[in-house]
């Protein structure tokens, strides 16, 4: 049938919208300041002008949620920027000169780096720069780099023996011409999917790392940190471990499935498929 809509490409980009659209409310208004400590209101159960209710310091849950956002989005966009902007040429470099010592080089450091999850090398920045929100995203960043380099080194791989790339050396363009005109537009779709399935391995890690204590400080709100206060009273006030792990657990879902489908829109065969019907 021809233009059917992917159904996980259009769930996915809902629930992303409703992440950006509530970071981005959150600049310009809440319902309350979100770090706002008010024991009078300590514990206060949804209604009235608190729509989620108050955790144990009297802040109000959505507005935290709402900030949380933000700050979630902050550092997934800096961190995939990172690593993108790291992985992305090393693994054209790789893929252009696959059987050289240089690929070789940057394919075993790739490794290396692998071995090292986001959450060892954001306590191995924390001990000595301290933890923080740039410790966050340095950490998740270098984290991800491999599978940019991984990414990009495939697909490059698969452009540099076609007929177009082939002209190209023949007509004496360099390395970095080829890279640039050539290269990069073809696998550009790939790193736009990477870029998705990382972003919410980064939603993961931002929350991880600030539940333990090495993401964002307060009173900077995360919805990490919002699990962890929240912790002590799950069997008495369990809705407040509630909202911010649904939060995640939707964030994480909407960029996956954007991830997916985005995979399946922009990919060639299955686009061919679908011309065809």
Known sequence: MRGRVNGGLVT????????VLAALVSFVW???????????????????????????FGRDTLSQLMVGARTTLYVGIVAVGIAALIGTPLGVIAGMTPRGWLSELIMRVNDLVFAFPALLL??????????????????????????????????TMQVMVTDYILAARAAGRRRAAIAVRHVLPNIGSMLIVQASVSFAIAILAEAALSFLGFGTRPPIPSWGRMLQESQEL????????????????????????????????????LRRIRAER
């Open 122 to 155: 954001a306590v191995m920045l924390g001990a000595v720069y301290g933890a923080g929100t740039l410790t966050a995203m340095i950490a998740i960043g270098v984290a991800t780099v491999p599978a940019f380099a991984r990414v990009a080194r495939a697909a």
């Open 30 to 56: 809440t319902p309350h300041d979100p770090t706002l400590v008010d024991a009078s209101n300590k514990l206060r159960e949804p209604g009235g002008g608190y729509l989620l209710g108050a955790d144990k």
């Open 12 to 19: 996915g980009a809902v629930l992303v919208g409703i992440v």
């Open 234 to 269: 799950l069997f008495s006030t369990p809705r407040l471990a509630l909202w911010p792990g649904l939060a995640i657990a939707l964030a994480v879902l909407g960029f996956n499935l954007l991830g997916d489908g985005l995979r399946d829109y922009l990919d060639p065969k």
